[in-house]
């Protein structure tokens, strides 16, 4: 499989008054990616981040910066997020139906990498045309938990569509969010998943770096 493992604490579960210092300890630790979740209140109950956020973290850090659009009207972040220093920018199928192909063009001439997320409740098929556009994403993002909150329960049923996803797509960038940690890797790992987003189990472990070198051989293992 060409794809490569990619470790992406969610920023979610760091101490927000001390982010930059917050991101610096999870490279440090061995991160590939930090996962930052922009949450609108509308789209889901919750709201966090914009680029004002993603634009003082830039000037801290060259790290890739995995932006997680769980908001209505992902086209509208899409200039301040490019400008901002975003690297990726994944938006809900849910929320992007009648404009995706304008979505992706727009984040690709922002020089960030498109991707697709997928709630709990889509079903898979809804990704395809996505991934096999002329002009498609670069990765897909499985929700396995409800978007919105960290530190929910992984739900093992999704593992089916990651798993349909890996053997229809072999170099796709599969991207697994919700409830990973060391009790759960195998399972998404196994499936397909290469890109892990986890927030409390690595936040909240007393040695951070030994989970992230667990997820990682958890992927490597499964390649
Ligand atoms: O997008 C989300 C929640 O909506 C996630 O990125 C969570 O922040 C992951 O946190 P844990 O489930 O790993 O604690």
New binding site residues.
């Given amino acids: 499989m060409a794809v490569t493992p990619k470790i992406a604490p969610?920023m979610?579960?760091s101490d927000f008054a001390n982010l930059a210092s917050e991101a610096h300890r999870m490279i440090n630790y061995g991160a590939d990616w930090l996962?930052m979740?922009i949450?609108d209140g509308h789209f889901?109950p919750?709201l966090t981040m914009g680029a004002p956020i993603i634009e003082s973290l830039r000037k801290h850090t060259k790290a890739y910066l995995d932006c997680?659009l769980?908001v209505t009207n992902p086209l509208d972040y899409v200039e301040s997020l490019g400008k901002a220093g975003a690297s990726g920018f994944t938006f809900h199928v849910e929320a992007s139906k009648d404009n995706w192909k304008e979505l992706i063009q727009n984040i690709k001439s922002q020089g960030m990498k498109p991707g697709v997320a997928i709630n709990p409740g889509t079903s898979v098929e809804e990704v395809y045309p996505l991934v096999e556009s002329e002009n498609p994403v670069e990765m897909v993002l499985v929700?396995t938990?409800?978007?919105?909150?960290?530190?929910?329960k992984f739900m093992p049923d999704m593992m089916e569509k990651v798993r349909i996803l890996r053997k229809k797509y072999p170099s796709l960038d599969i991207e697994v969010?919700?409830?990973?940690?060391p009790s759960t890797i195998d399972a998404a790992a196994s499936a397909g998943a290469n890109c892990i987003?986890?927030?409390?189990?690595v936040f909240g472990a007393p040695e951070p770096a030994q989970v992230i070198s667990l997820l990682r051989n958890s992927v490597e293992k499964a390649q």
Avoid at 145 to 152: A, I, L, S
Avoid at 177 to 181: A, F, K, V
Avoid at 197 to 201: K, P
């Fill in positions: 969610s979610l579960s996962h979740d949450m889901v919750n997680h769980m929700m938990v409800e978007p919105g909150f960290g530190g929910q969010d919700g409830g990973l940690g987003v986890a927030g409390s189990s």
